[in-house]
């Protein structure tokens, strides 16, 4: 800065306008301080860092222990019930599969040279059941299909 | 943890350098408001940033991002211009003696472009060094000279036949 640059002496005699009271105010009010006193306590930081955590995860763990714990009790409940339900179920007494049918479909040869004979046969499922010891007897009779390989010999 | 300040202390600094600090507010931003806000914010962040008081140099750059950030805000700048009627405040205490000298010295100034007045604000009301002016504005020390010899060449070709 020259010394005897009209310009510059002119220019440092302007003084900066002063702050209004209103903003003085205001920015009074602006002091820094509030945050600093919670950061200076060193249980906050604890408090946010660890206990918060870890009781949240206390908290969790006994959630779900206790929530298995609700439901293993309840297991044998379900067992009962089962085996109730499997008491009034009839029991197989005695059961006959008559071949009804067998019809030839065709033959085929597997990637090992070994022809088979592709068969439909019918079978007739004779049942007898009954729903508890010595109680009466109750007799099915159901078909079923399938469709089996029956292996050629070779001569 | 920052140094937190007494209140005489704040109200001190305040009264001493706040006048400063909100001429170089009033340059960087659009309306008044803005200017006292960006200056509120810049004050309580560079004393939390310093961990006391801060260097003048640290006010004036922060006051300078500040209000490039509030700039960038969109919103609020069209929110503040629609806001008609803002009176355009005088920078300078009124002189009684040479009350019209210092009204063409503070259009004069105003009239620069913002780029040199803001490194004149620093230089002489702000009392940087080139150094830390450059720092300021983020550009290189030669620039920060060149700018401001500039300025003053333009405030010297604005002036020409006023009596100083």
Same mark, same amino acid.
């Given at each position: 800065m020259?010394?005897h640059?009209?310009i ?10 002063? #702050? ?5 105010v205001? =920015?009074?009010?602006?002091r @820094?301080? !509030?945050?600093?006193a919670?950061?200076?306590?060193p249980?906050?930081?604890?408090f ?5 955590p870890?009781?949240?995860s206390?908290?969790?763990?006994v959630?779900?222990f206790a929530?298995?714990e609700h439901?293993r009790?309840?297991e044998p409940q379900s067992g009962?019930?089962?085996?109730t339900a499997s008491?009034k179920?009839p #029991?197989?007494v005695?059961?006959?599969d008559? =071949?009804?049918?067998a019809r @030839?479909? !065709?033959?085929?040869v597997?990637?090992?040279q070994?022809?088979?004979r592709?068969m439909?046969?019918?079978?007739l499922?004779?049942?007898t ?9 109750l007799?099915t ?9 029956v292996a050629?010999?070779?001569? | 943890?920052h140094n937190?300040?007494?209140s ?13 600090f909100?001429?170089?507010a009033?340059q ?9 806000d ?5 004050l309580?962040e ?6 006391g008081m801060?260097?003048d140099?640290l006010v004036?750059s922060?006051?300078?991002r ?5 700039a960038r805000?969109?919103?609020r700048r ?13 920078w300078f205490s009124?002189d ?11 259009n ?9 007045r803001?490194?004149v ?5 702000g009392g940087l060094t ?5 720092e300021?504005?983020g ?7 060149s700018r401001?010899r500039y300025?003053?060449?333009g405030?010297?070709?604005?002036l020409?036949?006023?009596?100083l």
């Amino acid at each position: 800065m020259s010394e005897h640059d009209p310009i510059e002496d002119a220019l440092g005699k302007l003084r900066p306008a002063e #702050l209004e009271s209103s903003l003085m105010v205001r =920015l009074s009010a602006a002091r @820094p301080r !509030g945050e600093t006193a919670e950061k200076k306590s060193p249980w906050r930081e604890v408090f946010l860092r660890w206990l918060l955590p870890v009781a949240a995860s206390a908290c969790l763990a006994v959630a779900t222990f206790a929530l298995l714990e609700h439901n293993r009790k309840k297991e044998p409940q379900s067992g009962e019930q089962k085996i109730t339900a499997s008491a009034k179920t009839p #029991l197989p007494v005695e059961s006959y599969d008559y =071949l009804v049918s067998a019809r @030839p479909v !065709g033959i085929v040869v597997a990637p090992n040279q070994q022809p088979y004979r592709i068969m439909d046969v019918e079978w007739l499922e004779y049942q007898t059941v009954c729903e508890s010891a010595g109680g009466p007897a109750l007799h099915t009779a159901t078909t079923r299909r399938d469709v089996i390989p029956v292996a050629l010999e070779l001569y | 943890m920052h140094n937190e300040p007494s209140s005489e202390d704040w109200r001190a600094w305040l009264r001493r350098s706040g006048p400063r600090f909100l001429l170089f507010a009033r340059q960087q931003t659009r309306t008044e408001d803005d200017a006292e806000d960006v200056l509120q914010d810049a004050l309580v962040e560079s004393w939390k940033r310093a961990d006391g008081m801060p260097p003048d140099a640290l006010v004036f750059s922060t006051i300078r991002r500040r209000a490039i950030d509030l700039a960038r805000s969109s919103d609020r700048r069209h929110a503040r211009e629609e806001k008609a009627g803002t009176p355009d405040a005088d920078w300078f205490s009124p002189d009684v003696e040479e009350r019209e000298t210092q009204r063409l010295l503070e259009n004069a100034v105003k009239s620069l472009q913002p780029i040199y007045r803001e490194v004149v604000t620093l230089k002489v009301w702000g009392g940087l060094t080139f150094q830390e002016i450059a720092e300021t504005t983020g550009v290189p020390l030669n620039t920060a000279a060149s700018r401001y010899r500039y300025a003053l060449d333009g405030l010297r070709e604005i002036l020409k036949g006023v009596v100083l």
